[in-house]
């Protein structure tokens, strides 16, 4: 595996269920992120870790619970989501906690999670 | 007013055509000006930058900056059916995680 992952690709769910997604990167990076992007929306920052460390919770609804065990893993629990939920998630991770590409410093991203909550 | 507008078309061009894409944005401290390239069932790649303001040409793209008009465009000469994606320009400022994106333009390319 190269690059950034994430498992599943596709999720259906109920708004009782509990589930969640998975990130690996495998770039040696110490920043992770969650993404939410909706259609015709501006992707919206969710969740930052840097080396393992919760640096950013962009007032996100604490039904969605992120967890990150080491710098290659990030987690995103769901449980009791609604309907407007529904979008892709995308994770990314860069070298060090920046958005910015110079020094190679950019942000990469997984193909990410469609996420439909019924 | 939102930060950055971009028009989310979808823009449908013949093939060879030149193609321009922009975004418009409201706070002058940003430095970098970013266009990333999202294929469908894909994540976004960054595609190239700008730092500050004037070109970058990389082949067949050129990102422009205008920041005293606030206004970036990326263009692709000679295009190509394989560079239908979607186009989100993105912003920044120095050593800060928090970008600023523009909801993307969708570009169709006929053969």
């Known amino acids: 595996e190269t690059g950034v992952t994430q498992t599943p690709r596709h999720l259906v769910m109920g708004m009782t269920n509990k589930k969640s997604l998975k990130c690996e990167q495998h770039?040696?990076?110490?920043?992770m992120y969650w993404y939410k992007q909706s259609a015709k929306k501006p992707l919206e920052l969710m969740f930052v870790?840097?080396?393992?460390?919760?640096?950013e919770n962009n007032s996100v609804p604490s039904r969605f619970s992120p967890e990150c065990p080491n710098s290659s893993h990030l987690f995103l629990h769901l449980h009791t989501l609604q309907p407007e939920d529904s979008a892709l998630y995308l994770c990314?991770?860069?070298?060090?906690?920046?958005?910015?590409?110079?020094?190679?410093?950019?942000?990469?991203f997984g193909p990410g999670t469609r996420l439909t909550v019924l | 007013q939102k930060e950055v507008e971009q028009d989310p078309g979808p823009l449908s061009v013949p093939e060879g055509a030149i193609v321009s894409l922009n975004c418009t944005y409201s706070n002058s401290a940003f430095q970098y000006f970013m266009w990333y390239r999202q294929y469908s069932r894909k994540g976004p790649e960054l595609l190239m930058y700008t730092y500050s303001s004037g070109n970058k040409e990389d082949g067949r793209f050129t990102a422009q900056v205008d920041k005293s008009s606030k206004y970036i465009s990326l263009f692709i000469r000679d295009s190509q059916p394989s560079d239908s994606a979607t186009y989100l320009c993105?912003?920044?400022?120095?050593?800060?995680?928090?970008?600023?994106w523009g909801a993307g333009t969708k570009l169709i390319i006929k053969p």
């Open positions: 770039l040696g990076h110490n920043a």
């Open positions: 870790y840097s080396l393992e460390e919760r640096v």
């Open positions: 993105a912003l920044g400022v120095d050593s800060n995680y928090q970008l600023i």
């Open positions: 990314a991770s860069s070298h060090r906690l920046a958005g910015t590409p110079i020094s190679g410093n950019e942000q990469f």
